[in-house]
Each structure stands twice: as C-alpha cells, then as structure tokens.
C-alpha cells in the first residue's frame, strides 16, 4: 500500500512545536496544491472523506438544501496543511476555521483561498496548534475534522480533550489516521519510505501510529460517542481511495460529543462522564 | 519547470497529464478590486447545444448556490409566436435527447409548441433493391422531428426560469482567452480569464466550449481538430406532401451523390435533407420550384441505378437469408410523393467531419460540433451533442456535490473518456457509410447490399443502431 501522509509536528504539550519537523514542511508547503505532486494522495483522499463528513451531518440535520448542504455549520479543521480539506467544506457551504502550527502552509493556504471572494470569506486560518486556541474558542464549533493529524500527536488523550472542549455539546468529530499493525508497517513504512521512497523517510513513525481501539477507549472516557469507524484502501495504480471492512491500515471515525447544550464543560471529570453517558459503538472494524 | 518549457514550446502536447495543464499567456494578477466579476461556469456559444448545457446546470440541484454564465454572438430572438410555416432546419431528437430536454422542463414547451414523433425508419439503396427498416418492437417512438426554432424557443424559456444562477449575455462575441498556469503556482489567478468583443471581462472556474465546429475556445486552447471537408453540401427545404398521410416514417435513400432524406414535419409537410455534390447543390437551389419538385421525386422513386446483376445478387441473398430467418425480411413502404417546396425555403450548406482530440483540458471542456462534427446521413449531430451535456452535468453535478473545484481535470477527464468511446465509433461509422454509399461501383455495391440486408435481418444490430 502506498500511503503518504504529511505529518505534522503536532505537540499538544507545553512544549513548542519541534522546529527539525517545521522545517521539512516548509520546504513543501509550495507542494499542496500539485494535484498529482507530492500530496496526490490527499488530494484523492477527499474524494472519500468529504462525502463521508457530508453525508454523516446530512444524515443528522432535517433542515439542509442540496444546493448548499453545510450551510450554517462551523467547523474546526485542525492541521489544515494548504487547505485541501478546508476549501470543500467552504464549498459545500460551511464556514471553516482552518489550523496548523506551520506558517508556510497558513500562507499557502491563505494565498490559494484568496482568488475565489465565496471561498475566502467561509474559510478563516490560523498558525497556531489546538490549545492555543481553545481559550478563546469554547464550545465554539460545530464540527472538528482532524484528518491525517492524530498519529503525530504526543499526548493524543489531551488531544482529545482539548476536541472536547472547543466543541459544542452534540457536535461531530471526524478522524482520518493509520492503524498500528505489522501490515501497515510493512506497507507503510518499509515499502513507502524505504523500498519505493514515495515517502521521505523517517516520516512516519509506527510507534506513534494508533490502532482503532485505542482511539475508540480514549474517546469514550472523555466525553465522547463513537458512531462509526471505518477502513480505508489506497490503490497506488489509480491513485484512488475507497472504503473497506478491514481498518488494519487507514481508517475514519466519527464521534459524537455527548451531553445536552448548557452543560458545563467536563474538563475536571472526564471519566465520571464517559462512563455515565457510554452508548453502544456502531463501528465496523 | 515543465510549465516554463511548454509555454517556450507554445503548444500543450498530447500524451502526458501534465501537458493538460496549460502554459498559455498566464493570467495577469490584479487587485482584488479591479477583479472581473468569476463565474463558476461559463459556456460560450448559444445554439442548442450551448443552451442547454446552461439550462441544465442551471436546473441542477447542487448548482442552486452557482453563478453560470451563457455567451451568444447573436441578439435575443423572441420565439413567442410562431409562423404557420415550418422552418428549413430541423433535427431528428432521440428518445435520450428527450430525455434530457425533460430535465431541464424545456421538452414540455417543444410538446406544446409542435413536433413530429416518428415510429419507423425506412433506409434504402439507389442501386438495388436492399432496405433496412429501423422500428421499435414496442409501440414508443423512434425518435422526434422538431424544428430548431423550436427547441431555442423552449429554451429560451427555461434560461429565463433560472435567471437568478443563469446570466445569458446577448450580442456578446468571445475574442480572447487567457489560460490559467496550474492551480500550484501560487501567484497568478488560477482562473480563466475571457475577453468579450466589447472590452468586458469575465472569469470562471471551468470554460464550456459549445461554439460549433470552428470553434474559437478549441482553437485558442490549441487542442488538435481532426477534421475533413466532404465534397458534398446539404440541401435543406419544406415540403408539401401530394395527399395527406400518417406521415410518421422518416426516409433515406442513398444515391451515389448522395443521402436524401425525408423527415416528416406534419401530415402533409416533411422536411428535406439532400446530401449531394456541390454543384448539383448549387443547381437545385436555382433551378425552379416545378423541376426541383421532379428531382426530388425521381430521387426516391427512380430505378435508374439498378444494374440486372446487382438485383440477381441481391434477390438470391434475400431468398438465402429468408431461409435461415423467415422473418428476417420486412414489408417495403413506398415513400410519399411531393406535390411542392414551401417558398423561399430551400438552402445549403457544406458538409464536413470533425473530431478533437481532446475534449478537456484544465478548466476546459468541449462539448457538441466543438468537440465533434457528422455527416447528417445518421441523423446523430445534435443527439451527440444532448449526449455530451447529460454526461458532463452528471460529473459537474457530482464534483460540486463534493465540494471539488469544478475546474479539475480529475472528473472532467472522465467525462472526455466516456464521451470519446461513445463518440467515436459512431463518428467512424457514419464516415465509413458516407463513403461507402458515394458509389456505384459494382463490388462495394453488392458489400453494402448485402450488409443492409444482413443487418436488416439481425435484431441485436439494429437495436444498437
């Protein structure tokens, strides 16, 4: 399997964002929007990822029109990179914060957006990582898609809280990641990186990678409800993504935020919550 | 860079995807506030073909939110009242081509207005006796002869529905395009930028060119036209029917000059398509309206091509094939004759084929006699070209349902694929019998005699026709 994923150098620690990192992306960050360059894979990506997010809030709203199916929703993207994923759900009608601690790529994606007046007054970007702006932004969204983003995340559980609180109460948070397996390392790792060199090595690091289940524990103990996991395939030959059973190698989630709108952020009980308001996962694995 | 090398080059070449995206004279960057008003979609050329696309995407769903933009070299026509007479130019629409004209609701207007439904087609050779009879086992109809007045008329109306997404710019010629570099070079507008005869300027995010088969968005985007003038001009003209009748078969005889056609318009008028030389073209333009009559009418019941061999051979296949398939021959109609030829209504134009060998290319799509241009013997033009709109509205529909760029090659290459597979074949069979049929040399005789009447009698083949 060839997979390529940008990684980003996300540290939700105190601690600054590693500069060694910073750096090989800035080197990249004129490459997001060659469709067929180095992030080809993620630009075929959103063939499978927007639908997936579309369809999943279409399917919980009863007041939408077809011809602007996000309309009125906010969305956090987080480690927006150039913006690939952000300028869709612009499209698609939403109003779209983008995020990544990369200035090069805020620049690329500010300056890719400016061209199309619909686009560059729905999308707003940001360099900054997820906890500085969770401050200012509480229970500010509507929906976080962090697509490509958890398996760089050193401390993925305050990750997760910190999704919870820039979260409204019910909202929607959508995950697209890489399952730690000896398949995905021997696809991901040794054939991408060392074998085909698709994948700059030392990119990826399968130790950080993180399996489903890990994901889903870490999601129910902190205030949220796993509605949907599910595997993903990269076919190298048509350059196209689609949907499988299997998540040893890529796969998405979508949770949901529980509780009503008014109650108090769960910041200090995580797990007093999670284990109140657990609910059945709908996940295939 | 590639870009760089291409533009030095001036010419975008064919094979690999990366020359799809154009290094033309590249899109000055201005201010925000000098920017020419961007359009999502804009289709230069209002014909059928140009408007309907317009009114398609106008009418779709997911393009409720668009901007679109139509742009017609010529005035506005008002079509409210129509002439009692029948206009020259017609066009046989298929059933598909119904469809898709009930799609945008423009197929109820033309209902309302007038057509001419057809149940059977009757195809027959000068030179012997072979026939091919086309007619559909259930009762629907073939197909429809509508005069072209008539589908603008219908619509004109449903553009003036969606006026609020659709904006048709009158007496407004295209005289210059500017190609956008690839989306990744950052620093110029990634849109392309159109010129109009009149200094205004527009933007737009994906460019339609439905500009006939010169068109200037194919040139300008210097995609290859394969293309080939026939030595043939085809005459058009109303007629009027000796005795009233059902009038509801279309024929064709092929003579060596050519195809002629009689498409029914109403019970006592048909429509005449006469594909022949230049000359004789020219000849029956001038002659008087008694004796253009005559020609037409020894055209289809003549006999004067036959040779007694052709006609031995051709009896002895039939008898041959009426053994293996009892059914396999049909009943001959005899075609209606014509007592006169509407006034002032006979013209000419020539005949050609055409073929681009790319319908896309970045923020580009060619569509209709742009993309593709036919011999009228098979009655497909415009057919094509309500095929070429009904598969790019189905991938623009679904690109903008994902939020995609409606620019990107990605789906517009799809729909190039399936059109050109479509396309093709049936451009290469339509050119094959034109020449096959400009003939009477004995041997291709007999070929094509015999072919008619083998096709006559297989139904798989007939149905894919």
């Known amino acids: ?285 | 860079s590639s870009a760089a090398m291409a533009a030095l080059r001036g010419r975008a070449l064919l094979v690999p995807f990366g020359a799809r995206l154009r290094a033309g004279p590249r899109a000055p960057l201005r201010s925000a506030a000098s920017s020419p008003p961007l359009y999502d979609v804009v289709v230069s050329g209002g014909g059928m073909v140009g408007s309907a696309m317009a009114a398609v995407l106008g009418h779709d769903i997911h393009f409720h939110d668009k901007k679109i933009a139509l742009l017609e070299a010529g005035p506005r026509k008002e079509y409210d009242h129509m002439p009692d007479s029948y206009s020259n130019r017609v066009s046989s629409i298929s059933p598909g081509s119904a469809t898709l004209l009930s799609s945008c609701g423009a197929w109820d207007h033309v209902c309302s207005l007038r057509l001419k439904p057809f149940r059977r087609m009757q195809v027959w050779d000068a030179c012997s006796e072979a026939m091919i009879v086309f007619e559909k086992d259930d009762l629907d109809d073939m197909g429809y002869i509508v005069e072209n007045d008539v589908i603008m008329s219908a619509l004109t109306k449903q553009l003036d529905a969606v006026a609020d997404r659709v904006e048709v710019f009158y007496r407004s010629r295209a005289v210059g395009y500017t190609w956008p570099l690839p989306s990744y070079s950052c620093d110029t507008r990634p849109w392309v930028q159109v010129e109009l005869a009149d200094g205004r300027r527009l933007q737009t995010k994906l460019l339609i060119g439905a500009d006939g088969h010169n068109s200037v968005v194919r040139k300008e985007a210097e995609i290859r036209n394969i293309e080939h003038q026939y030595d043939q001009s085809a005459v058009v003209a109303t007629l009027h029917l000796s005795e009233a009748t059902d009038n509801n078969v279309a024929w064709q005889r092929f003579l060596p000059t050519g195809p002629i056609a009689l498409l029914p318009l109403s019970d006592t008028a048909s429509s005449l398509v006469w594909s022949t030389s230049h000359d004789h073209a020219l000849e029956l333009l001038t002659i008087d309206e008694e004796g253009f009559v005559d020609s037409i009418n020894s055209a289809f019941w003549s006999n004067i091509n036959h040779s007694d061999f052709i006609d031995t051979a051709g009896a002895m296949f039939r008898s041959a094939i009426s053994l293996l398939k009892p059914s396999g021959t049909a009943v001959r109609q005899l075609p209606p004759s014509v007592a006169k030829v509407e006034p002032e209504s006979r013209a000419m134009f020539p005949l050609g084929m055409g073929h681009a060998t790319e319908y896309v290319q970045h923020r580009v799509a060619l569509i209709g006699d742009a993309a593709h241009r036919v011999h009228p013997l098979a009655g497909q033009g415009v057919n094509l070209g309500f095929g070429d709109i009904a598969c790019l509205a189905h991938h623009l529909s679904a690109a903008a349902f994902n939020g995609s760029d409606l620019g990107s090659l990605k789906h517009l290459l799809k729909f190039e694929t399936e059109r050109q597979r479509h396309n093709v074949s049936l451009i290469a069979a339509t050119d094959v019998l034109k020449r096959l049929y400009s003939t009477t040399l004995a041997p291709l005789v007999l070929l094509r005699t015999w072919g008619l009447q083998a096709t006559n009698a297989l139904p798989p083949v007939k149905v894919r026709i």
């Open chain 1, 1 to 285: 399997l060839f997979r390529f994923t940008v990684k980003r150098p996300f540290s939700t620690s105190h601690s600054s964002v590693d500069s060694k990192e910073m750096k090989k992306f800035q080197l990249l960050a004129h490459k997001w929007w060659d469709e067929e360059g180095e992030y080809a894979a993620l630009h075929s990506m959103n063939d499978i990822r927007v639908p997936f997010i579309r369809d999943t809030l279409l399917s919980m709203s009863s007041n939408y029109h077809l011809g602007n199916p996000l309309s009125g929703i906010k969305i956090l993207d987080i480690g927006c990179g150039g913006g690939l994923l952000s300028e869709p759900l612009g499209r698609l009608g939403a109003s779209v914060t983008g995020i990544d601690p990369v200035e090069d790529n805020i620049r690329t994606a500010d300056q890719h957006k400016s061209f199309d007046p619909v686009l560059a007054k729905r999308i707003q970007y940001k360099s900054s990582s997820l906890e500085e702006i969770v401050e200012e932004s509480m229970e500010t969204f509507d929906v976080i898609v962090a697509s490509e983003v958890v398996e760089h995340v050193a401390d993925l559980e305050m990750f997760i809280k910190c999704c919870s609180q820039v979260l409204k109460p019910e909202g929607s948070l959508f995950i697209t990641t890489i399952n730690r397996t000896q398949l995905s390392y021997v696809l991901g790792i040794v054939v991408a990186e060392k074998i085909m060199g698709i994948v700059p090595e030392g990119t990826h690091e399968w130790e950080k990678f993180v399996p489903p289940e890990e994901l889903e524990r870490l999601l129910e103990s902190n205030g949220f409800s796993v509605k949907t996991v599910a595997g993903m395939l990269y076919n190298p030959l048509s350059g196209s993504w689609s949907w499988m059973e299997s998540t040893s190698l890529n796969y998405a989630v979508h949770a949901v935020k529980v509780g009503t709108r008014g109650q108090a952020c769960p910041t200090d009980a995580p797990s007093e919550t999670g284990i109140q308001q657990r609910s059945a996962t709908a996940g295939t694995a």
